[in-house]
């Protein structure tokens, strides 16, 4: 996996993110279906009318996105248009598998599957960015997309792991990556949650929050019809549909893996009292179901998604210690702290 360092104005990040996914970009992400489907949406009145909050409210970020076009050598309004992808449609190619506690020895896990187009394994990096308006952080990014809705960590020691919710009603509102990224600016758990569960939002996601210094630990399931925010006690787990008791009523789709991988998850649950690096690393790895596995590699996915990266957050009273795992289950290929 690439590992990229960017400093600069938000739009040299944006251009410079843009460079790196340009290839990606033109040569794999513009001949998916879904890209079509949803960059054919560019100027309907939704599209516009997210396009109009994002630039009153989050101007940094639009500029971001701007120099993300730049940089992809793409119109902005397609590059808008597929950051939006998952406001504009109800189901989208990235699924994810999150598993969170805390250790024997108290300091807390998270841990997090990204699962996304198994075509952009070799595509994808783990970016640091150093902005001149705004947090530092660390994140998983794919080529085209802004940083946020995958892991990540900022400089502030807080973690941030995101599972795509597929809810069918997406109202008009704040398209859904363009909170996680403003996410990434939080300096604490409160304020990443107040960003996360701004009204009105329009696509779906859930959160699994942590911060070094902080000894609580979040699930929150933020959607256009309402935002549950769930302070964990024990071991939790979560694949990527909507499981808090407040929401139970809010229709999404479930596909036949994330309910697999929930069931599994809810099994294994039984046997956990606490959660340390290496117990989040063997669940995220496992395939005890062949056909529908929370590790994914199959070519015959049924979401179209593999598991493209594994990581692992440690987060002490001091610092947040990380390791990403690829196809090498046993060696990390990447490792730092924040401190």
Known sequence: MKKITISGSPFIVGQRLGEFGRAAWHQKLTHIALWQTVTAMKD????QAMRALVQQQFPLIWQELEGMAAGLQAPVDEVFAWNCRGDLVRSTSDGCTTVAGVSAQGEAVIAHNEDGFPQLRDDCALVSITPTEGMAFTSFAY????????FSVNAKGIVNTVNNIRALHRPAGMPRQILARAALNAAT?????????????AGAFH???GQSGDSRLFSVEATGSGCSVRLLE???????????????????VITDSSGSRQTRLADWLTT??????????????DQHDVALPIYRLSPQDPDEENTLATAVFVLSAQQVQWQVFTLDRQNAVLQGTED
């Open 44 to 47: 309907t009145a939704q599209t």
């Open 143 to 150: 080529p085209g997309s802004l940083c946020g809705h995958t």
């Open 189 to 201: 758990l409160d304020e990443a949650i107040a960003i996360l569960t701004t009204t009105p939002r």
């Open 207 to 209: 959160h699994t929050l």
């Open 234 to 252: 024990g071991v939790f787990a979560h694949a990527n549909h909507l499981i808090h008791d407040p929401l139970n009523q809010v229709q999404q």
């Open 272 to 285: 956990q009292t606490a959660l340390d690096a290496e117990s989040a690393w063997g669940i995220l790895s």
